[in-house]
């Protein structure tokens, strides 16, 4: 089975590249497909190609030949990017055309299987505005009140792979993820999220300096290492649920403590500025009992070990740019 070939749409990203990498070693059959090339590390793909999806001639010639497909692609960022109002009709338009022209044409192509990598920001705002109770089972989606029209887009796409399903038979595997962080990822420019970015302005703080954070610092969110995402991935993949499912840690953390867990690890001793700024939600944590229930597994590293893989790695990235 492991001859089988599959498709990697969004493999210029940072969960994309990470997921080529894995499939390769496992032995698969890989194409790769993006709009830009991976800024950090060549994913070891069969096949790079160049190309916007948003096309439907590139997706019409990208899925030829694929027996599975993992939807990674779209326009998407850290709070910067997403909570500013300012990229909106970009983020829906564009992830949108992508999810449709892949179904599309990857249902046409023969395609039997997808992979959709929805998001934890489909959970209903009203929900997640207290800091310490943060309500997010995959079954409290409805009604329906995203924070953004990122999270808006996704909650469509949900509906849309499950309407494949049941009007054409393909199978679809459709995960929510809590916000992945790792090497080889966005560290800097306005789409890198709240790990990386701290990670950066310690990295190129003074040992007794001050970094700014926005907001009050007590919002919460729990963060899963790059490695623990990726295993979800194939295990879910391989299993028989549909899903939506959430892949996340449950080890919540508010933001001044992940700064004061970085700072730690840098060996700096850093004040924290507190100033406006796009927020997101006030509390959001990942609810692994069906995941558990459905896999017999759930994430379990421990979020200072994958920070401290992190953080050297941007403290890399901030001295070779100096």
Known sequence: MKNRSVL?????????????????????????????????????????????????????K?????????????DMGGAGYIF?????????HNSATINLNMLEYGRLAGIKKFFYSSSACIYPEYNQ????????????AYPAAPDSEYGWEKLFSERLYLSYYRNYGIQVRITRFHNIFGPN???????????????????????????????????TRSFLYIDECIEG?????????????NIGSEEMVTINGLAMMISGIAGKNITLRHIDGPLG????????????????????RPLAEGLEKTYRWIEAQVRARA
């Not at 500013?84 to 829906?92: K, Q, R």
């Not at 505005?129 to 079954?139: A, F, H, Q």
């Not at 966005?186 to 302005?201: F, I, N």
Request: charged residues 30%; hydrophobic residues 35%.
């Open 185 to 219: 990822g966005t560290w800097c420019g306005g789409k890198e999220k709240a790990p990386a970015a701290l990670c950066r302005k310690i990295a190129e703080a003074d040992r007794n300096g001050e970094i700014e954070i926005w907001g009050d610092g007590k919002q």
């Open 8 to 60: 990697v749409a969004g493999a210029g990203g940072f969960i994309g590249g990470h997921l080529v990498k894995r499939l390769k070693d496992e032995g698969y059959w890989v194409r790769a497909v993006d709009i830009k090339e991976h800024e950090f590390a060549k994913p070891p793909a069969d096949e790079f190609i160049l190309g916007d999806l948003r096309e439907q001639d590139v997706v019409k």
């Open 62 to 74: 990208v899925v030829q030949g694929i027996d599975e497909v993992y939807q990674l692609a779209a």
């Open 233 to 245: 991935v194939r295990r879910l993949m391989e299993s028989d649920f549909t899903g939506p499912v």
């Open 129 to 140: 505005r207290d800091p310490d109770n943060p309500k997010c089972s995959e079954d409290s």
């Open 281 to 300: 939600v006030r509390g959001r944590n990942s609810d692994n009992r069906l995941l558990a229930q459905k896999l017999g597994w759930a994430p379990s």
């Open 84 to 92: 500013t109002g300012e990229h909106d009709a970009a983020v829906m």
